[in-house]
């Protein structure tokens, strides 16, 4: 079992950035993927980046190439997504989502736990 938090939401100008970060415990962790997924209200659960167990690999929805940037630091069991020049189609409430294979790609169904999520809102 692994159990994931998330942090680093909050409010932001449009323009601005975040940095999120998703802790994991349990589990060892070093060796699953994680992935990034945001739903915005009344909306479904969308793809945003994934990074790959070692952090050499990712990859990342259209809409946030070039603005979000996906790292992570294994000896923390920490994942970041540094995301910048937001914009206010950007504000969701976040998650991140781990499974245990190699998979890094935009399909929910192949991630096996995520965290409770953190907001992002930002204004235009």
């Known amino acids: 079992q692994v159990h994931l938090v998330e942090s680093g939401g909050g409010l932001v100008e449009a323009g601005g950035s975040l940095r999120l970060s998703c802790v994991a415990s349990g589990t060892p962790f070093k060796g699953g993927a994680i992935g990034w997924f945001r739903q915005a209200a009344g909306k479904e659960r969308t793809f945003v980046g994934a990074?790959?167990?070692?952090?050499?690999?990712?990859r990342y929805a259209d809409s946030v190439k070039g603005r979000f940037t996906d790292s992570r630091d294994n000896a923390k069991d920490t994942v970041y997504l540094q995301m910048n020049s937001l914009k206010s189609e950007d504000t969701a409430n976040y998650y991140c989502?781990?499974?245990?294979?190699?998979?890094?790609?935009?399909?929910?169904?192949?991630?096996?736990?995520w965290g409770q999520g953190t907001q992002v809102t930002v204004s235009s």
């Open positions: 989502e781990a499974n245990n294979s190699l998979y890094y790609g935009p399909d929910l169904w192949r991630y096996d736990f």
């Open positions: 990074i790959s167990w070692t952090g050499g690999s990712t």
